[in-house]
């Protein structure tokens, strides 16, 4: 079995996170913040190793200020709903997911924000000039995918960061996160939006935002937090300003595992090979007659997520023939993102998406290629 | 009760209440980090704001326990002292 479809979960995970997830069950069990027990107190520690960890990741001053979500949506909306109020203005590029645009064009319709959906190019990238032009005096938000799940397309971060200025400058890291290098204090990153279950290698069920020093949200669900438990008012501290009921303890203990093999295998060295696969990919789809590619074509402008059609079959059937005849797994479809394919000029059919991980090889990537050309000339 | 300061410790015992859970372990770790002999226990029940747990320490230590949190950027809530049973706020 070939696994194409990191882009949607990273699979396999290293095994240091489902044996850290097995010993929390079989060993500790508690949950954190609450009981004063030892292994109450140990799951704490574990939870708040992650928390460092992932703040070494992303280089945020302060691990209080990384909060845990159930993933990168949850988190995009606490980003979203906590931030804006009537009569804000957000700017966002053309190429975002629905997980940032249904909030954005819910509270669109609801008459609440203004919002200026900047134009990129068919192949994903982002007008800078367009972005900076859209300012407006009531800009309260801009917001981008730093990568995109359809084309794998790069955001200049640091870039956008210096035009956001002191504008909120929300990054969805979805896509991102572990496998392309991100510091919120160089890139100007205010609100950093990460998942857990894709390039850091833990379960699904996990993310986290990051919130920096200033950024003021309202709390979107209050209650239990384990401090302050003698008043009904909801603590304005952070963590747990934005963290109450029972985490999802072994899943943060698991993610905490991925951090740390992120951390110890070094983002670059994994950037290096997941570029050095995307480069084989690309260069053998060229030569394969009747297949059409999308997005920026170039290693070092994406992750490793490509995007495809087959001349004269539709991306369902790829999807099936690569699973069926092939053990292939991979995505195919819109893949939550209509606003991206209308983009790149793939919507309504959509697109074949080939993501590959730090776990695939070149071989699978040669049987892949074998495979495609097999669908491509037998359609 | 055994958590009314640490029977095996004759020297005067303190307590330190801070914010949140995070910052106790946050705590523990540096203040074991530097080398301090510390402990994790529940929130004495005379204590009224809390977050379930607090740091016991040496009051010898006060000094260089408050200014290491303080440091690293833990809020302190309270210092404690435990005399005679009860803990009253330094």
């Known amino acids: 079995m070939i696994y194409f479809d990191n882009a949607c979960t990273s699979f396999p995970k290293p095994p240091a996170v489902v044996d850290a997830i097995r010993d929390y069950f079989f060993h500790v069990g508690s949950s954190p913040g609450r009981s004063g027990h030892r292994l109450a107190l140990e799951a704490g520690r574990q939870v708040f190793e992650t928390r460092e960890n992932l703040s070494r990741l992303f280089n945020v001053p302060r691990s209080e200020h990384v909060v845990f979500t159930s993933n990168a949506t949850d988190a995009l909306n606490l980003a979203i709903m906590g931030l804006l109020a009537e009569g804000d203005h957000v700017i966002t590029p053309s190429m975002e997911h629905n997980s940032v645009m249904r909030p954005l064009n819910y509270l669109l319709k609801k008459g609440i924000i203004d919002l200026t959906i900047v134009q990129c190019s068919k192949e994903g990238h982002i007008d800078l000039d367009a972005l900076k032009r859209s300012i407006r005096k009531n800009t309260r938000l801009i917001a981008v995918n730093h990568a995109s799940n359809v084309v794998g397309t790069i955001a200049p971060l640091e870039e956008i960061g210096k035009i956001s200025g002191d504008i909120p400058f929300l990054v969805d890291v979805a896509q991102s996160a572990g496998a392309v290098p991100l510091d919120v204090e160089t890139m100007g990153i205010g609100l950093l939006a990460f998942t857990g279950h894709k390039s850091l290698y833990g379960p699904q069920g996990t993310g986290g935002l990051s919130v920096r020093e200033g950024i003021d949200l309202k709390p979107l669900r209050m209650g239990g937090t384990g401090s302050k438990s003698e008043s009904w008012d909801h603590p304005d501290f952070l963590p747990d300003k934005y963290e109450c009921g029972t985490p999802n303890t072994p899943g943060i203990i698991g993610l905490g595992e991925g951090v740390k093999f992120v951390l110890h295998e070094g983002v670059d060295r994994i950037r290096q090979h997941e570029m050095m696969l995307t480069q084989s990919l690309l260069t053998g789809l060229e030569d394969i007659e009747g297949i059409a590619v999308y997005g920026p074509k170039n290693p070092e402008a994406q992750t490793p997520t490509v995007s495809i059609t087959v001349n004269g079959v539709q991306a369902s059937e790829v999807g099936y023939r690569l699973d069926r005849e092939f053990d292939i797994m991979a995505r195919v479809g819109l893949h939550c993102n209509p606003g991206a394919h209308k983009t790149i000029g793939t919507f309504p059919h959509g697109t074949v998406r080939l993501s590959m991980g730090y776990f695939n090889t070149p071989e699978e990537v040669d049987q892949v290629l074998e495979s495609l050309r097999e669908i491509a000339t037998s359609p | ?90």
């Open chain 2, 1 to 90: 009760m055994k958590i009314r300061g640490n029977p095996s410790k004759t020297d005067p015992r303190c307590a330190a209440v801070l914010e949140a859970i995070h910052y106790v372990i946050k705590g523990e770790k540096i203040l074991k980090g530097a080398g301090l002999s510390i402990d994790v226990i529940p929130v004495p029940r005379e204590i009224s704001s809390d977050c379930g747990m607090a740091l016991e320490f040496s009051c010898q230590d006060r000094g260089r326990v408050e200014q290491l949190l303080v440091d690293k950027g833990v809020t302190i809530v309270g210092i404690y002292a435990l005399c005679k049973g009860q803990y009253s706020k330094l």
